[in-house]
């Protein structure tokens, strides 16, 4: 049973246009959520994360939106730039040690 | 420099064998964890420590075992009893309890002869 989706696995996007990552859960109990940015052959990096207490954060080009009601997140990065292609995780936790990620988007930016 | 080191960053492992993939951190993180990540495939967790000389068991720990007798370093030996072990394995740490991010080392691809 999976508890964070990721329904699309991939994303093309042209160059300075927004691209928006989505990802949905199913635990209610889910209230710290993440965004990790992952080129081939090496580890995630932590983009942006936010909690159940807000329903928006913004760094820069990215700004992570939560809608709660929905159990649905997204990720938005304006303008996009063709070092942004990657794949995308999102990642959920219960405020425990334990995280939950989903299967990944990879995002396609075309100069 | 501070960070998240994992050797060696390809392992070759024949039928049989136990190979050990190493994890070292000097971010003076509590937690450490170990992630397998298969093509199209999320991260799936195999095993986690929040301090030194305790660990728990993640969602696919079978065939797989932990030590952490140190904050710095968390090794995961991949046994025989794994019968599929080719993936790409990651190591993570995170500072402390609450809501924290993880980091992530660059990963160890483990293939089969």
């Known amino acids: 049973d999976q508890q964070v989706k990721q329904n699309s696995p991939s994303l093309s996007v042209q160059e300075g246009r927004i691209s928006i990552l989505n990802c949905d859960y199913t635990?209610?109990?889910?209230?710290?959520f993440l965004w990790y940015k992952k080129y081939p052959a090496e580890g995630p990096t932590f983009l942006i994360s936010?909690?159940?207490?807000?329903d928006k954060n913004e760094d820069g080009r990215f700004t992570v939106f939560l809608n709660k009601s929905a159990k649905h997140l997204s990720l938005h990065i304006v303008p996009s730039q063709p070092g942004d292609s990657a794949v995308y995780f999102c990642?959920?936790?219960?405020?425990?040690?334990?995280?939950?990620f989903g299967t990944g988007t990879r995002l396609k930016v075309l100069a | 420099d501070g960070g998240i080191t994992q050797s060696p960053k390809y392992l070759f492992r024949k039928e049989g064998q136990n190979v050990t993939l190493s994890c070292e951190q000097n971010l003076n993180h509590d937690a450490m964890y170990w992630y397998r990540q298969d093509p199209g495939q999320g991260l799936r967790l195999i095993y986690y420590?929040?301090?030194?000389?305790?660990?728990q068991k993640g969602d696919i720990a079978e065939g797989y075992s932990v030590s952490r007798e140190k904050k710095e370093s968390f090794p995961l030996t991949v046994t025989s009893a794994q019968k599929n072990p080719t993936a790409f394995y990651l190591c993570?740490?995170?500072?402390?309890?609450?809501?924290?991010?993880?980091?992530f080392g660059d990963g160890t691809r483990l293939s089969i002869l």
């Open positions: 993570a740490t995170r500072l402390g309890g609450g809501r924290q991010p993880q980091h």
């Open positions: 936010i909690s159940s207490i807000k």
């Open positions: 420590s929040q301090i030194v000389n305790d660990f």
């Open positions: 635990n209610s109990m889910f209230d710290y």
């Open positions: 990642a959920a936790s219960s405020g425990t040690y334990k995280y939950i």
